[in-house]
């Protein structure tokens, strides 16, 4: 009996043994291929980058002559910042002022994209301040840090903005009023929190506004504000066939009574 339970113990603990084995074996294999998919994911992020190095090239002739045609169109880049839902909102008084003399935006990537890119503002000359071009650039350092860097406004005397508060300092992601857009220019300090690495300003400019800005120089709604705006007329016409039957009915009653 003794002989028999050390054989049946030795038989399982064989069998724990294989199905161990068996399984890091099967960790391994799986490694392996994740590894491998993963190398071909870092081929595909190159390749796209190449492509979009590219088309960066062809769409930068392109981009010229949108600007040269947006400087026959007076206050062109004004109405679109006014005009875009968020933007709009970090613009004060002053501010709209000023954006009448802007005359250009450019919104350029780094030579490799993956690095960063560059927003600049060209502006005519104007009673606010010496500079006619202002950029603020991202760079994206290995680390996993952003470094900014923005022109050093020159304001003419009496002319600067009222206070130096920075935009989004503490995540909100609406300036107070009295709050100038040019302080976002100000801004330079170095990101090194995921969470704070986004500036929300620079994405709504390079992501929204620069590729299309004439949807919204035209203030056209999105195909969502359409849609919803469809139903609420729908919903309206409803109420009033609704109001309109209650009526009748009661004159219809009315009627009965007399």
Same mark, same amino acid.
């Given at each position: ?108 990537d780094h030579k490799d994209v993956k690095s960063g890119y560059a927003i600049t503002f060209n502006f005519s000359p104007n009673p606010y301040f010496e500079d006619t071009k ?35 300092k503490k995540g909100n992601k609406r300036a107070p009023l009295d709050v100038s857009f040019f302080s976002w220019f100000s801004d330079c300090e170095q990101k090194d929190d ?28 999105? %195909? *969502?504000?359409? &849609? $919803? #705006?469809?139903? @609420? ?11 309109? %039957? *209650?009526?009748? &009915? $009661? #004159?219809?009653? @009315?009627?009965?009574?007399?």
């Amino acid at each position: 009996m003794v002989g028999d339970r050390t054989k049946k113990l030795k038989v399982a603990e064989n069998l724990e043994d294989n199905i161990d084995g068996e399984l890091i074996l099967s960790i391994e294999k799986l490694q392996e291929i994740q590894d491998e998919l993963e190398k071909i994911n870092e081929e595909a992020s190159e390749k796209v980058l190449e492509i979009e190095q590219k088309y960066n090239e062809v769409r930068k002739p392109v981009y010229d002559k949108r600007n040269e045609i947006i400087k026959s169109i007076p206050d062109f880049w004004a109405t679109a910042f006014l005009s875009h839902p968020a933007l709009s909102e970090i613009l004060n008084d002053e501010d709209q002022k000023i954006f009448k003399y802007l005359t250009s935006l450019e919104v350029e990537d780094h030579k490799d994209v993956k690095s960063g890119y560059a927003i600049t503002f060209n502006f005519s000359p104007n009673p606010y301040f010496e500079d006619t071009k202002l950029t603020k650039t991202f760079t994206f350092l290995e680390e996993g840090t952003t470094e900014i860097t923005a022109t050093p406004i020159k304001w003419k005397e009496g002319k600067g903005i009222p206070n130096g508060v920075n935009h989004d300092k503490k995540g909100n992601k609406r300036a107070p009023l009295d709050v100038s857009f040019f302080s976002w220019f100000s801004d330079c300090e170095q990101k090194d929190d995921m969470d704070d690495i986004h500036d929300e300003v620079a994405e709504l400019i390079k992501d929204d506004l620069w590729p299309n800005p004439l949807n919204y120089f035209n203030n056209e709604p999105d %195909e *969502e504000e359409v &849609d $919803d #705006e469809a139903d @609420d007329e729908e919903k309206d016409e409803d109420d009033s066939d609704d109001d309109q %039957e *209650e009526d009748e &009915d $009661d #004159e219809g009653n @009315d009627d009965d009574d007399n």
